[in-house]
């Protein structure tokens, strides 16, 4: 029979509760499930964040619910995006869309809801979809949303590897 050493044991219960962290961690990522523009009703803080500079593509539009329970804070300097508050439904959308179609290369938006662990919507999200030819995708967004303490959500906006590899011209497979 072996008979293990403390370090050995040690090591494998150090691996145990970083695996069990990594697990936990994943839990407070908010889901996004596509959503129809006929689901937002109400009053809404808009966050707009991106086409702050010509052929800025990392652009999306925020719908918050207005006296929701969940705050949304956005992971970027406060020059990267701005804020609009008491935006009816329908404003909130028209603004949400005439914003994210700025972009010569745009061919339509995609409207996702942010659902929490119950599935009550936290936020509506308005990304542009672009052209597949110039950025090798459509959707060129990573966003993801990190549930954290008293109802709090942080929001991470970037644009995925390959888009941004494209965008900056040092791709390999170049597709402009």
């Known amino acids: 029979m072996r008979v ?7 090591i494998g219960l150090l691996l145990s509760v970083l695996l ?7 839990r407070a990522y908010l889901q996004t499930e596509l ?3 006929s689901e937002i009703d109400g009053t809404y803080t808009v966050i ?14 925020i719908l918050i619910p207005e006296g929701g329970k969940y705050t949304l804070d956005i992971y970027s300097p406060e020059y990267n995006y701005r804020t609009l508050k008491g935006e009816s439904a329908a404003d909130a959308v028209r603004t949400a869309e005439k914003f994210v179609g700025w972009h010569p290369d745009f061919i339509k938006s995609q409207t996702s809801k942010v ?12 990304r542009p979809l672009y052209n597949q030819v110039t950025f090798g995708m459509s959707d060129v967004m990573d966003i ?28 390999q497979g170049k597709v402009h």
């Open 115 to 126: 659902l929490d662990g119950t599935g009550r919507v936290v936020a509506y999200e308005i």
């Open 48 to 61: 707009l964040y991106g086409a702050h500079y010509y052929n800025n593509i990392a652009t999306v539009a």
């Open 20 to 26: 069990c962290g990594a697990c936990s961690m994943n």
């Open 144 to 171: 993801d949303y990190l549930l954290r303490d008293n109802n709090r959500v942080v929001v991470h906006i970037d644009l995925r590897d390959r888009a941004r590899r494209i965008f900056m011209g040092d791709d």
């Open 35 to 37: 959503a129809g523009r």
């Open 4 to 10: 293990y050493g403390l370090g050995s044991v040690a």
